[in-house]
């Protein structure tokens, strides 16, 4: 069983330092708050994360950081105590908006926004310049999907984003890394993985678009790849923009008959 997990552990690690290197995500001496939510996700990345600075060749420091939304089914004091026995720097605040109550119908995108808000303002107070979230191929090609047929665009998460002005970067280390692969890494190294109970979960858009892909790789199973790879291989020749239509010239009007001699 240790080599299972060994094996698997290296190569999750693997893909996570492609991507980091692929996208540029993280400089010598990078002050970065990591988002625990305390999901698969967020503590696999912090796991992954601390183990590399064993053996990277460049130092960067590492703040986990958890929002409290006042969800009653996340269990903060395990999450602490996560924190601590790993020996990890961290820090537990609340949104400066209004917590999470029982029976409010608060959707997907005003908790989203509102943990986003307060990673953005933690960053700015303990001096980091990258937030690094946890969110996986899964999630790039899921938004993919969600974008094209409920916003009428074609755009997605970036493993690399640049905010305001450059001021803060968000980073995506586990972009490479499949939803199943991280369930498996979680399970093996045995994580406090707290699973949510959000009421929302079970009928967002986004569970449809995972089931479209999933019903889709039944078919062909490299589906999910390919919609991740396609973002990677834009040919904006075929697509639907104006400025590739050429340039018409009016016709010139025609000149007036000349007289007769």
């Known amino acids: 069983m240790k080599d299972d997990t060994d094996g698997l552990s290296y190569y999750v690690t693997k893909k996570v330092g492609k991507a980091i290197w692929d996208y540029r995500m993280i400089q010598d001496g990078d002050r970065i708050l990591l988002a ?8 696999s990345l912090l796991r992954i ?9 460049i130092k960067y420091e590492i703040i986990a950081c ?4 006042g969800f009653e089914w996340v269990r903060k004091d395990s999450l602490i105590e996560h924190f ?3 020996g990890v720097q961290y820090v537990v605040t609340q949104p400066t908006d ?10 997907c995108f005003w908790c989203s926004w509102t943990r986003r808000k307060r990673f953005y303002a933690m960053a700015k107070e303990l001096g980091c310049s990258k937030i690094a979230l946890g969110h996986h191929m899964d999630d790039i090609t899921e938004t993919l999907l969600l974008n094209l047929f409920f916003g009428g665009e074609i755009c997605t998460m970036r493993p690399y984003q640049e905010m305001f002005g450059g001021e803060v970067a968000l980073i995506r280390p586990l972009a490479y890394v499949e939803e199943q692969e991280l369930v498996r890494f979680a399970e093996s190294l045995g994580l406090p993985v707290i699973k949510s109970q959000c009421p929302h979960g079970k009928k967002s858009k986004r569970r449809l678009a995972k089931g479209m892909i ?8 490299n589906v999910k790849k390919n919609i991740f790879r396609s973002l990677q291989r834009v040919r904006p020749e ?3 923009g104006y400025e590739n239509i050429p340039v018409v010239p009016r016709a010139a009007k025609p000149s007036a008959s000349p007289e007769r001699p």
């Open 49 to 57: 994360m601390r183990e590399r600075m064993k053996f990277v060749p």
């Open 66 to 69: 958890h929002v409290d939304m």
């Open 98 to 107: 209004a917590l999470y109550k029982e029976g409010e119908t608060f959707g």
């Open 36 to 43: 625990v939510s305390g999901g698969k996700d967020s503590l």
């Open 84 to 86: 601590e026995r790993e």
């Open 238 to 240: 075929y697509l639907l």
């Open 214 to 221: 999933k019903e889709a790789e039944q078919h062909y199973g």
